[in-house]
């Protein structure tokens, strides 16, 4: 928090009004970021060996890793398949069991500039074994349910109501922290108007002693909407309350600016 003596050797420093003759009104802005997670499947079918068709039934959708950046990929076998059977290989099964090499016309050699070089597609001009059954002539027709996860970072801004010409500096001091200290941190499902609603007065939101007006319901509703996008897995978002003084000077000019500290400590008075 910015206190008096500061503001006052910044004031004075500027030849600005004294800070008697201005007004401090202490609000507070709200921050949240978080990480989403969304998962997106598709069914496919496909004609598996009996190796293949084992590690399928072992495989599990991921947990949810809200620590990873990068997008996850998984398959694991449609329910309606975990009884199928092994059966004569659909791939396979109208070829004989051994083809000649499709590349080499099963010479094993193919013919270059160079001379005759060993066909790289075969294994001496018989063509590799089935991709579905291995060679073994029976696989499993199964349903295989394909899945991604996908991270989306989200961050917003939510700000108290402010005279003209603060809002737009104070998006950009925000905007601009490499960090959030952990000591700004609040938990949105506290209640925090009780302060204010005794005194008879308009229930206000206030965090901390700062008022915060609509800025809190407003970051509650944003996670609220989040959490249940369809298209979202899991959402997990931090709250913190970044608190500042206006500062409204008298005198002819009567300026309004902010003052708030930064991520290590220093006070800026904007704009
Ligand atoms: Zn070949
Ligand atoms: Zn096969």
Not at 7 to 14: D, I, K, Q, V, Y
Not at 56 to 63: G, M, S, V
Not at 176 to 204: C, K, M, N
Request: aromatic share 8%; proline share 7%.
């Amino acid at each position: 928090m910015p206190d008096t003596g500061e503001l006052e050797r910044w004031l004075s420093a500027r030849g600005e009004p004294h800070l008697a003759g201005a007004s401090l009104d202490r609000a507070v802005a709200i921050l949240v970021s978080g990480r989403a997670l969304a998962r997106s499947t598709w069914v496919d079918e496909a004609d598996v060996s009996e190796a293949d068709f084992e590690r399928l039934l072992e495989e599990k959708a991921p947990d949810i890793d809200f620590m990873t950046s990068r997008v996850v990929n998984f398959r694991t076998l449609d329910p309606s398949s975990r009884s199928a059977k092994l059966e004569r290989c659909r791939q396979c099964r109208s070829l004989p069991a051994q083809l000649p090499c499709p590349h080499c016309d099963g010479t094993g050699e193919l013919t270059t500039e160079d001379g005759k070089v060993a066909c790289a597609a075969c294994f001496g001009g018989t063509a590799p074994p089935c991709s579905a059954c291995g060679g073994t002539r029976r696989s499993v027709h199964v349903k295989v349910v394909f899945g991604e996860d996908t991270p989306k970072p989200f961050a917003h801004i939510f700000l108290p109501e402010l005279p003209f010409g603060l809002r737009g500096p104070l998006t950009r001091f925000f905007l601009a922290r490499g960090s959030v200290p952990d000591i700004l941190t609040i938990d949105l499902a506290d209640e925090f108007q009780a302060a204010d609603a005794y005194r008879g007065r308009r229930s206000r939101s206030e965090v901390r002693g700062h008022r915060a007006d609509a800025a809190l319901a407003l970051a509650r509703t944003y996670v609220e909407r989040l959490s249940k996008l369809p298209s979202f897995t899991a959402v997990r978002a931090a709250a913190f309350a970044w608190p500042f003084v206006v500062v409204s000077e008298l005198g002819p000019a009567r300026a309004t600016r902010a003052a708030i500290r930064d991520e290590i400590g220093a006070l800026w008075v904007l704009p």
